[in-house]
Antibody
Framework: QVQLQQWGAGLLKPSETLSLTCAVYGGSFSGYYWSWIRQPPGKGLEWIGE???????NYNPSLKSRVTISVDTSKNQFSLKLSSVTAADTAVYYCARGRGVVVPAASSRWFDPWGQGTLVTVSS | QSALTQPASVSGSPGQSITISCTGTSSDVGGYNYVSWYQQHPGKAPKLMIY???KRPSGVSNRFSGSKSGNTASLTISGLQAEDEADYYCSSYTSSSTKVFGGGTKLTVL
């Protein structure tokens, strides 16, 4: 059964770059899209973006200018970088496997499973 | 892209049925049968409950069902149980090859 384990810095100062990595264990890495999703404290979920094993990406238009998602297929890992963070980027960040590939759009339809979540706080 | 619209809260007594709505546009919910639903207990990661509008993953109780009409999708939980008390989120694929979530609905089992 596939499991996702994520890690990264939990406390950042404004203007720094958020960096998180998610490792995939126990399942195939190819054939899926791998997503990042965040949830500000007490608020709802926001999709950040996704990547597949060959590096094809889709991003949330509202975050696209600051987001980079990359993949390391040799380690079955994918990563998130979010630049120029502010307090508004404080959230629990989740990685998730995207399933149900949409053809030919090259995207996914649902998320399962999810990582355990990482709280990232932006504060001076 | 705007968040899908869900009621902030719903409630029901044990044994009853409740329905949570999720309203979008023709560019997301109405345009594709690609709506999914997630259950989130406090401090936990979301869990997939329904995908592709009405399909249930293995292991999810058949008390959970999904449907769609026009730009509105719905999640129905029948035979409410105390353990169903959680936040529920809908999500849809969009015409821009992105995903959008609803604002979330807090379910209280009275």
């Amino acid at each position: 059964q596939v499991q996702l384990q994520q890690w990264g810095a939990g406390l950042l100062k404004p203007s720094e770059t958020l960096s998180l990595t998610c490792a995939v264990y126990g399942g195939s890495f190819s054939g899926y899209y791998w997503s990042w999703i965040r949830q500000p404290p007490g608020k709802g979920l926001e999709w950040i973006g996704e990547i597949n094993h060959s590096g094809s990406t889709n991003y949330n238009p509202s975050l696209k200018s600051r987001v980079t998602i990359s993949v390391d297929t040799s380690k079955n890992q994918f990563s998130l970088k979010l630049s120029s963070v502010t307090a508004a980027d404080t959230a629990v960040y989740y990685c998730a496997r995207g399933r149900g590939v949409v053809v030919p759009a090259a995207s996914s339809r649902w998320f399962d499973p999810w990582g355990q979540g990482t709280l990232v706080t932006v504060s001076s | 892209q705007s968040a899908l619209t869900q009621p902030a809260s719903v409630s029901g007594s044990p044994g009853q049925s409740i329905t949570i709505s999720c309203t979008g546009t023709s560019s997301d919910v109405g345009g594709y049968n690609y709506v999914s639903w997630y259950q989130q207990h406090p401090g936990k990661a979301p869990k997939l409950m329904i995908y592709d509008v009405s399909k249930r993953p293995s292991g999810v109780s058949n008390r959970f069902s999904g449907s769609k009409s026009g730009n509105t999708a719905s999640l129905t939980i029948s035979g409410l149980q105390a353990e169903d008390e959680a936040d529920y989120y809908c999500s849809s694929y969009t015409s821009s090859s992105t995903k959008v979530f609803g604002g979330g609905t807090k379910l209280t089992v009275l």
